[in-house]
């Protein structure tokens, strides 16, 4: 999945077209926390769903938006995923 679909002005668009308001933005910048501060390994770097299937639908749901490029087990933080991280 592109950078593409994430602007850090807050408004982007997801894969499928759906314009990111503020409200979705709020949303996706939290649950990003939360998977960096449980699946991750506090570098920014890759996520780990551990087999969880909440784990896997947040990294699916954040892969969407291009925040997250998935891999075998979870996914790895794109840079428009770390900006976002880096913005709060």
């Known amino acids: 999945m592109s950078d593409g679909c994430w602007s850090s002005s807050g408004i982007g668009a997801a894969s499928d077209g759906e314009i ?3 409200g ?3 949303l996706l910048i939290a ?3 939360m998977c960096e501060q449980y699946l991750g390994r506090g570098k920014l770097s890759d996520l ?3 087999g969880m299937s909440a784990g896997e639908d947040a990294i699916s749901l954040l892969a969407k938006y291009g925040l997250v490029e998935l891999t075998g087990r979870g996914g ?3 840079k428009a995923g770390r900006e976002l991280l880096d913005s709060n």
């Open 48 to 50: 780990d769903h551990q």
């Open 24 to 26: 979705k933005r709020k």
């Open 76 to 78: 790895n933080w794109t």
């Open 20 to 22: 990111v308001g503020d």
């Open 31 to 33: 649950l990003a926390w």
